[in-house]
């Protein structure tokens, strides 16, 4: 029997003996487990090309590599999607809102394997990105194939995208709260108790799966030994504002550098100029090499000259301003090295890059305040969680996410009232100067952006050329009243007939209301025309620019029921608001049930 006999029995079998709910349940187990198993295979992938470096090259030629190797992996990155691939890799958390919002969940197949592939090259080459971003591409896509595969509906699929991202999360950093959390806030998720569920659920299979492949070995092995002294608050405000203006400064440096690079019309030459840069910024700054995980637990064990590591320039480390204006250099250069790694065309992720930030930031800030001679002390350890609590809250809009992660790796849940103080300072500085997060831009931007209103959220998933009707007859201003009730009134339904001139660019709009007491009237068939009947539209619908939510306003305001679409500056066809609304009741369906 073939694959397709066996699925459909499976099928048949389901529906007769397994509830709705107990299959979604099941489900997000198997999609648990299959985000932990992508997790597992990007990080294991990453980590041999490192081990390999480190154990056969790095030894005989140390930083002298560090300006190459990472030109090579890009390189490689750029050969495989330009010979096997052929297909685009976005940023695995925008791409996958994208999905959501634009494409009711369905995420191309090759989603799954791609950053697989492409990511462990570009991090393990040492491009200074991460890996969840690709963590969570590759399982939102196992989701929502699993979910295609068993053909379930838009709102299950969505749902297990989020378990998926969820059991992404988990899987990566051993933290099953803060993956939920994650999910539910990145995803601007309703959750209703039925869904929590699956997300426990996934959560669970897969931070499972992590420790089954992994071991009990965690990303940021570090546990809290400094409580929280109330007398330290003021500095950990001070700190917040400072993650907040860094986390501007991280992001205007995101979008400007991604910008310049859209300038290139050349892949070649984009690879080119960012690998050179890259690589420039990484000799000089060896640690800005791969995601930077060794920086932060060096930091957080109090190891300042193991984490800045070895420079080409002969630097006294046991000066300790030195060592702070190293660490904030890596504050002010990991963001630069980061989207310069993305626009020379490599793949990876912002939130680990983040963390590296927020560490040095905080390290260095606590290091001032132990140093400037006022006897003032505080938790170095503390002060370098903090600050990447700070960070994370401001460039990733995520302020729970942040809280809940920081506490749950590190035992830290002492640290709740700076963890909480810190993350809304700066993500409310942030918010302020750039309303909309890395991931989210573009698609606010292009009204796509998933939010926690249900009605602009159902609007924005409807595609706009599904409503737009095209079978109108089309007048010209020249006709007569005459031509007009024969070639078109009689043989159409409509009331209400489009005017364009001989470029097809509209004019305006001619209503049966606005003949009727003529139509009888044979002695004008041949004198009145077209031109001097048909009056203005209400409004005009702009298909490259205007969203669903905007459209809808437009019939609000205007108090119209159809409105003409212009595509390419001519006219494309009409919207009815009877229909926009059925497409819209349909989808709240979809979506709802």
């Not at 920086?295 to 800045?308: E, F, Q, V």
Request: charged fraction near 15%.
């Amino acid at each position: 029997m073939s694959f397709k006999g066996v699925l459909r029995n499976f099928l048949i079998w389901k529906y007769k003996h397994i509830s709705e709910q107990q299959f979604i349940y099941i489900l997000s187990i198997l999609v648990g487990f299959l985000a932990g198993i992508g997790t597992v295979i990007l990080k294991n992938l990453t980590h041999s090309i490192r081990y390999f470096f480190n154990l056969y090259i790095f030894k005989d030629y140390q930083n002298s590599l560090y300006f190459i190797l990472p030109i090579i992996g890009l390189l490689l990155v750029y050969i495989i999607k330009q010979t096997f691939l052929k297909k685009h890799i976005g940023h695995g958390i925008s791409t996958t809102l994208h999905a959501v919002s634009k494409l009711n969940g369905i995420i191309p197949r090759y989603n799954i394997y791609a950053a697989l592939i492409t990511a462990p090259l570009t991090v393990g080459f040492g491009g200074s990105v991460g890996l969840q971003g690709p963590a969570v591409s590759v399982g939102a896509a196992l989701g929502s194939n699993a979910a295609r595969l068993f053909h379930m509906n838009t709102k299950t699929r969505l749902l297990l995208i989020a378990c998926a991202a969820t059991g992404a999360m988990a899987s990566m950093f051993k933290a099953p709260i803060a993956a939920i959390v994650f999910a539910i806030e990145i995803f601007s998720l309703d959750i209703a108790f039925g869904a929590l569920i699956p997300l426990l659920l996934a959560s669970v299979a897969a931070i499972l799966t992590s420790y089954f492949f992994l071991g009990t070995d965690v990303l940021l092995r570090f546990k809290l030994t400094d409580t929280f002294q109330i007398e330290d608050i003021g500095f950990y405000a001070l700190l917040a504002v400072a993650t907040g203006f860094i986390s501007v400064y991280y992001s205007k440096v995101f979008f400007g550098i991604t910008n310049y690079f859209k300038t290139f019309n050349s892949r070649a030459k984009r690879l080119l100029i960012g690998g050179l840069a890259i690589g420039t910024m990484l000799y000089i700054v060896p640690p800005l090499y791969g995601e930077g995980y060794g920086i932060m637990n060096n930091l957080l064990k109090g190891d300042h000259i193991a984490a800045i590591g070895r420079t080409p320039f002969d630097l006294d480390l046991e000066n300790i301003w030195i060592v702070i204006g190293l660490l904030l250099g890596i504050t002010v250069f990991k963001a630069i090295a980061m989207t310069t790694t993305f626009g020379a065309g490599g793949v990876g992720g912002v939130f680990i890059p983040t963390l590296v930030m927020g560490s040095a930031l905080g390290n260095a800030f606590a290091k001032i305040i132990n140093h400037m001679g006022l006897h003032f002390q505080v938790s170095e350890s503390n002060f370098t969680l903090i600050g990447m609590t700070g960070l994370m809250a401001g460039v990733l809009h995520a302020p729970l996410t942040a809280i809940f992660l920081i506490a749950e790796i590190t035992g830290g849940y002492e640290l709740f009232v700076p963890l909480m103080l810190v993350s809304a300072i700066s993500f409310a500085i942030t918010k302020y100067y750039v309303p909309h997060s890395i991931y989210t831009l573009k698609l606010a931007k292009r009204g796509e952006l998933i939010t926690y209103d249900k009605d602009k959220n159902v609007l924005m998933m409807l595609e706009i050329d599904k409503v737009i009707e095209t079978n109108f007859v089309i007048l010209n201003p020249e006709m007569k009243l005459g031509d007009v009730l024969k070639n078109a009134v009689a043989k159409s339904s409509r009331n209400h007939f489009p005017v364009v001139n001989a470029t097809n660019e509209f004019l305006g709009v001619l209503r049966l209301d606005d003949i009727r007491h003529l139509m009888f009237n044979t002695e004008l068939y041949d004198k009145v025309d077209v031109e001097s009947l048909m009056n203005a539209s209400a409004g005009l619908i702009t298909y490259e620019k205007d969203t669903m939510s905007t459209i809808m306003d437009k019939f609000k305001t205007s108090g119209a029921w159809n409105l003409p679409v212009i595509k390419n500056g001519k006219y494309y066809g009409y919207i009815s608001k009877s229909k926009l609304l059925t497409a819209y009741r349909r989808q709240l369906i979809n979506v709802t049930h």
